[in-house]
């Protein structure tokens, strides 16, 4: 990308509204957060595994998130989704996703054999804001 083209990514953002910045910024944040370690294993002398969001029920996080980040950025780049679902509403189907995922993670997680991560905390919380981001009421 060329200095221009950021210039205009970060003129953009800054136009958007203010739910856009957050739900955008939630997504962002939650799919960061899927490459630190969501829990980890102990086996004692025999070592241990840690997991990030790569794995299992995580991937729904990723590809919701990646999704919600997809949904911003492709008008930027002149692409228009011709979807039978409205924006707004896809974004909350995808927000809920992107929460099921380190939801479902902890009913995974052996409740008390696995440890819980630093990945998955901030994913939870990042996409929980972002669901309630997506929910607010809104001043007519």
Do not use: C
Request: glycine share 10%.
């Amino acid at each position: 990308m060329q200095k221009t083209e950021v210039k205009d990514l970060k003129a953009k953002f800054a136009k958007a509204p203010r739910r856009q910045r957050q739900v955008l910024v939630g997504a962002a944040v939650t799919f960061i957060a899927t490459f630190l370690p969501w829990s980890s294993v102990s086996m004692g002398m025999l070592g241990g595994f840690n997991y990030n969001g790569w794995h299992g029920v995580g991937l729904l996080t990723v590809l919701a998130a990646a999704g919600l980040i997809l949904l911003w950025l492709l008008p930027l780049f002149g692409v228009n989704l011709k979807l039978s679902i409205p924006d707004a509403d896809l974004q909350k189907y995808l927000a809920m996703a992107m929460v099921a995922g380190p939801l479902l993670w902890f009913l995974q997680s052996g409740f008390g054999f696995a440890y819980l991560g630093l990945g998955f905390w901030l994913a939870l919380i990042a996409s929980g804001l972002t669901l309630a981001a997506l929910f607010q009421k809104t001043k007519a």
